[in-house]
């Protein structure tokens, strides 16, 4: 089984809609994150969460929300989808080390299109 | 000036031969170095990471970091068609806040 999985794999919703996208984990890891991906922009940091009751916002936090659950699960929203919110999102998870030594697990991505 | 910047490529190669990549930063505050793998339609993997200048090996991979020159790059030994990809160099610094940026990735094409 994958150590980091993402639900639904694949989202078609319209404008104005709420949507939820689902990250869970089975690393142990306390820290955890959401990104999006876009073609020519690369990976953008959304929010992150060092631990269930710790939660960051990240480069592109606008128009998204998030909700740690639990260690191993982290769900980010979207409040009312709008079709420049279209993209790839990816969440990873880290162990979180002294140091800055945070390599990142990431997940297979949940694809998104707004219309 | 971007953050953390690297050619967009595509870099094409041979088989067999050398792939060179490159990525600079623009904080010197910055600790810990990473090359991610990423397949199309796939999510990133970790290919290795570097903290220390110099070099550092693994098997056929060779990162490079020169901290005073705010560079880091990665080398590919025996080019296989399979490492066709795109790579992302990723850099976190230690500051106020928490910043791991990745760069945009450049697109390497190993040729059969």
């Known amino acids: 089984d994958a150590d980091v999985t993402q639900t639904p794999r694949n989202r078609i919703t319209k404008t104005g809609k709420r949507i939820m996208l689902e990250c869970s984990q089975t690393k142990g890891h306390d820290r955890m994150y959401w990104y999006r991906q876009d073609p020519g922009l690369g990976l953008r940091l959304i929010y992150y969460s060092f631990d269930v009751k710790d939660i960051n916002k990240g480069e592109i936090s606008d128009g998204y929300s998030v909700s740690r659950q639990a260690q191993a699960k982290f769900s980010l929203s979207l409040e009312s989808a709008i079709p420049n919110q279209t993209a790839l999102y990816f969440c990873?998870?880290?162990?979180?080390?002294?140091?800055?030594?945070?390599?990142?697990?990431f997940g297979p991505g949940t694809r998104l299109l707004v219309l | 000036q971007k953050e953390v910047e690297q050619n967009s490529g595509p870099l094409s190669v041979p088989e067999g031969a050398i792939a060179s990549l490159n990525c600079t930063y623009s904080d010197r505050g910055s600790q810990s170095f990473f090359w991610y793998r990423q397949y199309s339609g796939k999510s990133p993997e970790l290919i290795m990471f570097?903290?220390?200048?110099g070099d550092k090996e693994d098997g056929r991979f060779t990162a490079q970091l020169n901290k005073a020159s705010q560079y880091v790059s990665l080398l590919i030994r025996d080019s296989q068609p399979s490492d066709s990809a795109t790579y992302l160099c990723?850099?976190?610094?230690?500051?106020?806040?928490?910043?791991?940026?990745f760069g945009t990735g450049t697109r390497l094409k190993v040729l059969a």
């Open positions: 990873a998870t880290s162990p979180g080390r002294a140091g800055g030594q945070e390599t990142q697990y």
């Open positions: 990723a850099v976190n610094a230690r500051s106020g806040t928490y910043k791991y940026i």
């Open positions: 570097i903290y220390s200048n």
